[in-house]
Structures are given as C-alpha cells and as structure tokens.
C-alpha cells in the first residue's frame, strides 16, 4: 500500500516539483497551501507523514504543528519541516513538535533517505 504524504507548499512551483518527486518514488501526495489547510486536510484523511513549510501565510508551519500534534490520532505522525531560513529555525520547528528538518533548497536524497527513515516498509 502505498504511504501518503501531505505536503504543505505555499510556493505553487515548489510544491508541483516536490509533489513530482515523491509521486516519482511512490507516494500518494496531498497538497496543502498553509497551516489552515494542513490542519483541515489532517482532521479529514490520514496521512503517513507530513512536510511541513515553516514560512507559510495565514497559519506558518510551527503554529499549525503545535495544532496538529493536538490531535490525538496525530501525536505521533512524523512531522518533517522544511525551511529556507536554515538551521536558525531546528530548535523551534523540534519544540514545536517535528521530528526533522529539511533546508531550502532541498537536497532531494536527503529528503528520500529520511523518507525511508520515518516511513519504513
């Protein structure tokens, strides 16, 4: 069966490209424009793992894991951010509940080896 991903992008070019490469890999994508989204698409689907933007309108990314891992059937669901402000934000977007951190621009292998890591077979 294969895992799903939802992957919240405000960037419309960087989410299509993200999306490409993991349905590339095997993974069923959900899509999410912002933190309200994300929270919305979790309370109504279950996905495997989450990639999460940090600078995000409306709702940012740490604001939306805060609430996310609220919900009980979530507590643990891995939540990966992904940041272009570097390592400035690991220690926030960790207290905020992900699990990982992935920087701007993406290192595509890493993305899949930690793919691998929280989501194994």
Not at 66 to 88: E, Y
């Amino acid at each position: 069966m294969r895992k799903t991903v939802l992957l919240v992008e405000d960037y419309e070019d960087a989410r299509s490209f993200m999306k490409l490469l993991l349905e590339k890999n095997g993974y069923q994508v959900i899509e999410a424009r912002d933190g309200y989204e994300a929270v919305e698409i979790v309370n109504r689907s279950s996905p495997d793992i989450i990639l999460m933007d940090l600078s995000l309108p409306n709702m940012d990314g740490i604001a939306a894991t805060k609430i996310i891992r609220k919900i009980v059937d979530f507590s643990r669901t891995p939540i990966i951010a992904v940041t272009a402000h570097g390592d400035a934000y690991f220690e926030k977007a960790i207290a905020a509940g992900c699990n990982d951190l992935l920087n701007k621009p993406l290192d595509i292998r890493l993305m899949e080896i930690m793919l691998r890591h929280y989501l194994p077979n």
